[in-house]
């Protein structure tokens, strides 16, 4: 580790590092009035990681460790978050369109690469009394607040809890309407969402997922989830406007389990999610947080670690009954920009949590912490994770950025609440935006 963070200090210090502005590669017209913006980037994560993979957060307990050959501290990376994206704007009819895609769609996360739809959506905009109204359709976030200052929000994951409403893309039927009260611009939202699994992300868990419970045989949904979201954008005298938001949204299913496949019992069941979140800058710092609290719905809690996994949405004990796993998922942080003082250099951090309760395999057991104990749970649910970030960053260029990020991360399992392990990576992300 001693030798990594000389070595990359040595490199920062010749090229300089910091938070890309996107850049595209220019706007060119196709048919008709539609303007086409094609733009993207090349990412690479490097760097060392202890006890856990680079590009996870959970660490490893006793039993992943002694499954692995390598189970010290080891250097990995990967490009496979890199991005393409292209943008159409057709002014004269107020239609918008989005996709974007990346390499992180063949297997395990940040480790093998194929190509991965991420976004693809159209939005029809109108005008009507001084209203902006708009309908959007296509796969697009969640009605969570995709944004977070540290690396790993590149990856859509990483640390527990960071972004606490993990923004997942979903097929949806959205309708808002932006309205300009004065210093206040609201922009509330309600729409159709396909909540009971996960379109385009093969590598995380789904949302509503039995993790292999033997006595659930299927979760389905025979009608589309829905949410609403208010966001609202205020001035505070401080700097830039201030931003708040509350979301819910839910999926109805029916979980069929029992203690065979042949006689089984189909039990309708509704998971849901409720969230909300603040961004406050105050002159070149920006405070942020947001929370999080799901109930049968625990894909949002995502958990991305070798052997670590989320638990599952629903289970059952014995096949006798049908119980519903909730968590609460939250995170505060802080960026000090100092383009305002000549540098281009942007310092970041903050901590992060996800707690689940009334989740299975609680057996409560009392592992003494050694490897032997552990091996027969070397796949295990989280019972509780937290995170502790700090970055560094500065835009060599207008398109090339470096940035050096710390994670600490301790995890507790399932199995045994009462035992905690530690994990850390230093890595370096460049980053080169066309």
Do not use: C
């Not at 049908?322 to 310092?347: C, E, H, M, S, Y």
């Not at 091996?375 to 470096?402: D, H, Q």
């Amino acid at each position: 580790m001693k030798k990594l963070f000389i070595y990359l200090t040595a490199a920062l210090t010749v090229l300089g590092l910091g938070f890309a502005s996107i850049a595209n590669a220019g706007t060119v017209t196709i048919a008709g009035n539609t303007n086409l913006t094609i733009g993207g980037f090349i990412l690479g994560y490097y760097g060392e990681s202890s006890n856990q993979n680079l590009v996870s957060s959970q660490a490893n307990n006793p039993g992943i460790v002694n499954t692995q050959t390598d189970n010290s501290t080891k250097f990995s990376g990967t490009l496979a978050f890199t991005r393409l994206w292209l943008n159409l704007d057709n002014k004269p009819e107020g239609i918008t369109g989005y996709i974007s895609a990346d390499f992180n769609g063949g297997g395990v996360q940040g480790l093998t690469q194929g190509v991965r739809l991420r976004r693809a959506y159209l939005i029809k905009s109108f005008k009507a009394n001084g209203l902006n109204p708009w309908i959007e359709i296509g796969q697009d976030y969640n009605l969570g607040q995709p944004v977070g200052f540290s690396f790993s929000a590149y990856q859509n994951a990483g640390l527990a809890g960071d972004e606490a409403s993990v923004p997942i893309w979903v097929p949806q039927i959205m309708f808002g309407a932006k309205i300009n009260a004065g210093n206040f611009t609201l922009n509330p939202q309600i729409g159709l969402i396909d909540l009971q699994g996960e379109s385009g992300s093969g590598n995380y868990t789904e949302l509503m997922s039995n993790a292999g419970d033997p006595d659930i045989y299927d979760i389905s949904a025979n009608v589309p989830g829905f949410g609403v979201k208010l966001p609202v954008d205020f001035k505070t005298g401080f700097g830039a406007p201030a931003s708040f938001y509350g979301a819910f949204q839910g999926q109805p299913v029916n979980v069929s389990y029992g203690p065979s496949n042949v006689n089984f019992v189909k039990k309708s069941e509704f998971g849901w999610a409720a969230s909300g979140g603040i961004t406050v800058p105050v002159s070149y710092v920006t405070f942020m947080g947001d929370i999080q609290y799901t109930s049968g719905m625990t894909g949002l809690n995502t958990v991305l670690g070798q052997g670590a996994y989320t638990p599952e949405a629903y289970w059952s004990e014995n096949g006798n009954n049908v119980n519903t796993t909730k968590a609460v998922q939250w995170d505060a942080q802080a960026k000090i920009d100092l383009k305002r003082f000549g540098a281009p250099v942007a310092i970041a951090g903050g901590y992060s949590k996800v707690s689940f309760s009334n989740y299975n395999d609680a057996l409560g057991l009392d592992l003494d912490n050694t490897y032997s104990a552990w091996n027969a749970y070397n796949n295990s649910p989280v019972r509780e994770s937290g995170s502790i970030f700090a970055n560094i960053g500065w835009n060599a260029t207008k398109s090339f950025m470096l940035g050096l990020e710390w994670d600490n991360n301790l995890t507790s399992y399932a199995v045994d609440p009462g035992a905690s392990f530690h994990s850390n990576s230093f890595y370096m992300i460049g980053m080169y935006s066309f």
